[in-house]
């Protein structure tokens, strides 16, 4: 995946969470 800010990354991680 492209790279992204730290934030933007964090919230992308909780929404692919179960």
């Known amino acids: 995946r492209?790279?992204?800010t730290t934030?933007?990354?964090s919230?992308?991680?909780m929404l692919?969470?179960?």
């Open 2 to 4: 492209k790279v992204n």
């Open 7 to 9: 934030n933007e990354d």
């Open 11 to 13: 919230q992308s991680f």
């Open 16 to 18: 692919a969470a179960p």
